[in-house]
């Protein structure tokens, strides 16, 4: 099986759950961290041996090219990789950055989000590969201040607190603006008592709903290792 490449932009914001659930299952991964290089370890990219792309989150913004130059790298690459098919799941900033890449806008959402919400699905999500066993019962984590509006072609898959959650585009590209990987040790470099943002009851909350918090997760890594295996 071809390896997943895991795209970082910032030091704590790694692949967390999804990391440990490759490393359980074999499935060999590298992780590029852009910030250090602005992209130049992706500029060119061997596709080859690259059977899916995970592109995590990170403290800018979209539109800040300029600031941070491996975000054009970034759009180039995600362009290329829905042409060859090869898939490819955005998580928070990353689902902004393939939503933009394939002809959506990112703009400032109505609500700035931090802490535990609720999703709704949308009827496409019963048959998307990656959502059609999400429990909307359990609260997913989330940290934007920006949203995305889908690009042409693009089916939504949730949406929450008046803003787009999920969408998938031609069964080749996911975006997920919320943050399926995180964990326990995550939350604790996010969240240290001397932040703002710190709010009370979030670690807490995440205790409550570990397993099934994780449990999802792993449903939703399967159904990605599984659209990587079908090509």
Known sequence: MKKILIIKH???EGPGTLGTYLSENKIGYDVVDVWKDNGAGLCPLDLSDIGGVVIMGGLMNVY???KYP?????????????MQKIPVLGICLGAQLVAVSLGGRVKKSPAREIGWYGLDLT???KDDP????????TKVFQWHEDT????AGGVLLAQGNGIHQAF???????????????DGSMLSSWFRDDRPESRPG????????????????KDIYEGFVRCMRSL
Request: charged share 30%.
């Open 70 to 82: 491996f975000l054009t790298v970034e759009r180039y690459l995600i362009r290329e990789l829905v």
């Open 168 to 182: 998938s585009f031609q069964d080749a590209a996911w975006g997920f603006q919320f943050h399926v990987e995180v």
């Open 64 to 66: 800040e090219e300029e």
């Open 148 to 151: 995305f509006e889908l690009p």
């Open 10 to 12: 910032i030091d704590n």
């Open 202 to 217: 979030i670690r807490e909350t995440y205790e409550h709903l570990k397993v099934a918090f994780d449990a999802q997760a």
């Open 123 to 125: 009827g496409a999500a």
């Open 130 to 137: 990656l959502m059609k066993n999400f429990d909307v019962r």
